[in-house]
């Protein structure tokens, strides 16, 4: 249940340690997916899983939660953590911070070119760490662990492994009268599949450890295909491997954003189909099936060599043909009270092999004369001897422990929490509208740093530095940061550089916050005001109020961001100079309408970058008691696509409803659709 692909046929837990003995022998690596945000009821669970997976003999597990992540570095530092896709990580700055957490690998964003991957995994091997990218498989539209969409459309959300894809799904691009703007095709929001077979060598010599394939939910035929083509590529690099990938996958390929492709080239507007033909197709299940009865009959020989000596301790010893070694001595052979046994009852007994992967190759046997001998110690010696054996091989000789270990999260303790009036912060899309929200009675506003470049500092304005920020963007930002002395954060590495310069911070929302060991990691980070997931229900979030050693705040209206997006929307108009900065498209209202009529406003950056929004807006004042109650610290009137007008209406309107939570409950709502989140029906 705690993983990103929860809707496929997963395998139980008492499966694990059988599916990981096979992948070892088979010389093959097992790590276990943890990859969802953590809600404040399932940590223990989550911690019980891992305890359970390292007992089984899981060589990692791929973690996303910086609350887990931070509990397992204290609670179970043997446990090997690679960083999950979700985590967003793309700059040298959050690689450093993991780095502290003990992480021994991770898995980069998907947006970043061969080049960027380069400095990357430098960085990397400089702090101990590898990296890993992915090479083959579907592409979302999002930055991962970015992307709301599927959570405020349907309660299936994508951080929490139930993603419904409405990427996939057809959309037309309007502009404020509801005239279309672009006909590419109907699929607006549909990458096509990464395939980057071809670029395997420049990676390699970049210094990428591991190339992950997209397998999950995948038939068995896909997955044997593409596999071994990757490894063919990997071993043979001249061999021909194109036309297996097209028989193996239906979409349209592309090298993406390793080859720095980020423009309509990127897109499968059409969702072109390949035409696979069906003596293909059963040419691949064919080669599926083969490969699984070789898996299911794989056989490791051992040779045995056994000692049965009045006198000396019975010893089990096993080898294999790469001289990984096993033994056991167990008690004192004893002379025979009765019958002697035979070599062929010692042979017999120590090679039933039965159920295990196991077969006898060479035996050696030294029987001493009249001695006698337990069946029962033959058996359980053989069976220590193998535990050894996998021990030696899979674990440098340091066994699993067979009971996983009973592991808990300290308790933390309860916060003293206001019960009057919460920060009201307002979120602006330029100065004009910072300053009216200041007027009609914000504490303070946030506004984008990319808008702020060429601004001088004003009271009550704070910088929010752009989630997505790579290597090349960070200085210029930081310099705003600096410049107005505070910012919002949206990455750790973000959050380390304004540590290391005294910089006073508080974290986005898009840390997805959701328990309060992730918020309690944030705050020994530096963060002095903590913005928790909006996936979060009313009681998750008194829960992490309660606990979280630095206050907290979350959104009470405004249209909640959805996705961010490498690929500029914009672009299915047809091509562009890419002069972002000055885009002509961009002063023009843009959405995109689904095949219901509900349209998402489109807003792109500086960078080229796009932001999409809900399509109704967020409103929480009818449930500001309880907010109050629960002990939120800050409210955020999100304003970034309203005129300054307009954000100082919702500003003052949120600012009378905090005065009716404390008297008269009678609340000012908005005319027209609008959307209570997750507050209070929680995520499914």
């Known amino acids: 249940m705690l993983n990103a692909r929860r809707g496929a046929k997963n395998f139980s837990r008492g499966d694990l340690p059988e599916l990981c003995r096979r992948a070892h022998l088979a010389n093959a690596r097992v790590f276990l997916t943890v990859n969802i945000t953590i809600l404040p009821l399932e940590v223990d669970e989550a911690l ?88 083959h498989g579907a592409l979302c539209i999002c930055y991962s662990g970015q992307c709301l969409m599927s959570s405020f459309i349907g309660r299936r959300s994508a951080n929490r492994g139930l993603c419904a894809q409405p990427c996939r799904m057809t959309y037309e691009m309007v502009d404020v009268a509801g005239r279309r703007l672009a006909d590419p095709g109907d699929y607006l929001l549909s990458p096509k599949d990464l395939a980057g077979i071809e670029l395997l060598g420049e990676l390699i010599d970049a210094g990428v450890a591991s190339f992950k394939i997209e397998g999950r939910m995948k038939s068995a035929s896909y997955v044997a295909a593409v596999v071994s083509t990757y490894r063919e590529a990997l071993d043979r690099p001249l061999q021909e491997t194109g036309s297996r990938l097209t028989d193996a996958f239906n979409r349209a390929l592309t090298e993406g954003y390793l080859s720095g492709i980020r423009g309509n080239d990127l897109m499968d507007y059409r969702r072109q189909k390949n035409r696979t033909t069906p003596e293909a197709q059963r040419t691949l299940a064919a080669e599926a099936e083969q490969a699984t009865e070789r898996a299911r009959q794989q ?14 301790p019975l010893s089990i010893s096993v080898t294999d043909a790469a001289g990984n070694f096993g033994s056991c001595e167990a008690a004192v052979v004893e002379a025979a009270r009765t019958k002697a046994v035979t070599a062929d009852e010692v042979r017999e007994h120590v090679a039933r092999l039965g159920g295990t992967p196991y077969l006898v190759g060479d035996f050696k046997l030294d029987l001493g004369a009249g001695v006698g001998l337990g069946f029962a110690a033959l058996h359980a010696a053989r069976r220590a001897a193998l535990a050894d054996y996998e021990a030696q091989r899979f674990f440098g000789g340091d066994p699993r422990p067979e009971t996983p270990p009973a592991v808990e999260a300290p308790s933390l303790p309860r916060r003293k929490t206001s019960r009057l009036a919460p920060d009201i912060v307002a979120l ?36 929010v530095l752009p989630r997505i920020c790579h290597d090349r963007e960070l200085d ?41 060991y992730s918020a309690r990691e944030l705050a020994r980070r530096g963060a002095d005001l903590i913005w928790l997931s909006p996936e979060l229900s009313g009681r998750q979030i008194a829960d992490i109020a309660a606990h979280s050693p630095a206050p907290v705040g979350i959104a009470a209206s405004g249209r909640s961001e959805l996705m961010v997006t490498e690929h500029c929307l914009l672009m299915a108009q047809g091509p562009c100079d890419q002069r972002c900065a000055s885009c002509a498209r961009r002063r023009t209202p843009t959405a995109l309408k689904d095949r219901l009529g509900y349209c998402f406003p489109v807003m792109t950056d500086r960078s ?24 939120v610290d800050a409210l955020c009137a999100g304003g970034e696509l309203l005129t300054p007008r307009a954000l100082s209406q919702e500003t003052a309107r949120l600012r009378r409803g905090i005065i009716a939570a404390h008297g008269s409950g009678e609340f000012e709502t908005i005319q027209g659709a609008v959307t209570k989140g997750h507050f209070f029906r929680g995520l499914v």
């Open 48 to 135: 019980e899983l891992v305890a359970l997976a390292w007992s089984a003999g899981v060589d990692a597990l791929i973690v996303e939660d910086l609350g887990l992540i931070a509990l397992l570095h204290e609670l179970m530092p043997e446990v090997v953590i690679h960083v999950s896709t979700q985590a967003n990580v793309h700059s040298s700055a959050q690689i450093r911070a993991y780095a502290e957490l003990g992480v021994r690998r991770i898995t980069l964003a998907r947006e970043l070119s061969l080049n960027e991957i380069r400095v990357l995994a430098a960085v990397a091997a400089d702090c101990g760490m590898e990296v890993e990218c992915f090479i």
């Open 299 to 312: 056989k490791t020989p051992l040779d045995f060599s056994v000692r049965v000596v009045e006198g000396k």
């Open 428 to 463: 602006a899309g330029s100065l004009a509208a910072a300053r009216s929200a200041l007027n009609a009675g914000a504490t303070r506003v946030q506004v984008s740093a990319r808008e702020l470049l060429d601004a001088q500092p004003e009271a009550g304005v704070v910088p």
């Open 476 to 516: 210029e930002l930081m310099g705003v940061a600096e410049c107005f002395g505070a910012a919002v954060v949206g990455n750790l590495g973000q959050l380390a550089a304004c540590q290391q310069r005294g910089i006073p911070v508080e974290t986005h929302w898009s840390f997805n916050v959701t328990n309060a």
């Open 608 to 631: 080229g970058r796009s932001h999409l929004y809900n399509s109704v807006p967020l409103d929480l004042i009818e449930a500001l008691p309880e907010i109050i109650e629960a002990g």
